[in-house]
């Protein structure tokens, strides 16, 4: 199966011949955690328990064990992840006052393992 491209942050991805790209196998999965850790629970009416809100938190006091909680509670919730294999939360301070959000997966459609960061 196979989903349309959509880069967080911005607008729907565009192939090479201009029309809207599609996204299938572990890509589609990456973009689909990545939509769900950084969109608000209760933004979507169909779906309150949707999201996680990591964007939100961007400021406010760090609650590393909150947030660990949380991405799990979501990953479990997305399709792609294989959930029969363990998944891993680590959080880290590279530098005073930022932090690194590291989530290793293992992808259902691939069988690979698959690793997911951000920080802020």
């Not at 011949?17 to 299938?24: D, L, M, P, R, S």
């Not at 809100?53 to 909150?66: H, K, Q, S, T, W």
Request: proline content about 3%; some cysteine.
């Amino acid at each position: 199966m196979s989903a349309l491209s959509h880069t967080i942050g911005g607008d729907l991805d565009l192939s090479s011949t201009g029309g809207v790209a599609v996204v299938t196998g572990a890509d589609q999965t990456r973009q689909a955690l990545l939509r769900r850790l950084c969109t608000n629970a209760g933004a979507y009416i169909w779906q309150p328990d949707y999201g996680a809100g990591l964007p939100a938190r961007v400021g406010a006091v760090m609650d590393e064990a909150g947030i660990r909680a949380l991405v799990l509670e979501q990953m479990q919730d997305e399709a792609g992840v294989d959930q029969t294999q363990p998944i891993t939360v680590t959080i880290s301070s590279p530098k005073t006052g930022g932090y690194l959000l590291a989530v290793s997966y293992t992808d259902a459609a691939t069988g690979t393992v698959q690793e997911l960061s951000f920080g802020a």
